[in-house]
């Protein structure tokens, strides 16, 4: 069992940058492949980006990238989600999320295993 709790929402100008953290407890999060989804009012959960458990893996849905970057430091139990170059589209409730390896990592929803409560972001244009 891990709990995780995001940090590091807010209201952002487009243009500007914010950074999400996520911090797991219960088990270490390096145990643990970790993602970020965002879902926004009206619409349905979407992957953001994800990260292997050692970092060597990343992927990113294709509007956030050149301007997000996730990564992770297994010695503080915590995943980061650098967000740059905001824009009002980005608006959403951003979820950190973990997968157990050998569950079948993947961008869909169903497959991760736990999530945290959310941390709102709101870009203004």
């Known amino acids: 069992q891990v709990q995780l709790v995001e940090s590091g929402g807010g209201l952002v100008q487009a243009g500007g940058s914010l950074r999400l953290s996520c911090v797991a407890s219960?088990?270490?999060?390096?145990?643990?492949?970790m993602g970020w989804f965002r879902q926004a009012p009206g619409k349905e959960r979407e992957f953001v980006a994800r990260?292997?458990?050692?970092?060597?893996?990343?992927d990113y849905v294709e509007s956030v990238k050149g301007r997000f970057t996730i990564s992770r430091d297994n010695a503080k139990n915590t995943v980061y989600l650098q967000m740059n170059s905001l824009k009002p589209e980005d608006t959403a409730v951003y979820y950190c999320?973990?997968?157990?390896?050998?569950?079948?990592?993947?961008?869909?929803?169903?497959?991760?295993?736990?999530w945290g409560q959310g941390t709102q972001v709101t870009v203004s244009s």
């Open positions: 999320a973990a997968d157990r390896p050998g569950s079948g990592w993947s961008r869909t929803m169903t497959t991760w295993d736990y």
């Open positions: 219960g088990r270490t999060v390096g145990s643990y492949h």
């Open positions: 990260i292997s458990t050692s970092g060597g893996i990343i």
